[in-house]
């Protein structure tokens, strides 16, 4: 997870051409990493809480 930028380190990229660098999934449910801050354990990405045509933004 060091490896992940940082929060706002990416705002400059638009969505589609974001690196997801991370995919957590368990049953239905995924979710795509795009930037990390490990002091405060926030993350920035997008999830997908089992159904592919609501996906979330976080």
């Known amino acids: 997870m060091d490896a992940l930028p940082r929060l706002y380190a990416t705002e400059h990229i638009a969505a589609p051409d974001k690196l997801v660098a991370v995919h957590y999934f368990i049953g239905s449910c995924d ?8 002091e405060t354990c926030t993350a920035y990405g997008y999830t997908c809480l089992g159904d592919p045509q609501w996906p979330n933004c976080r």
């Open 31 to 38: 979710w795509w990493i795009c930037e990390y801050e490990p």
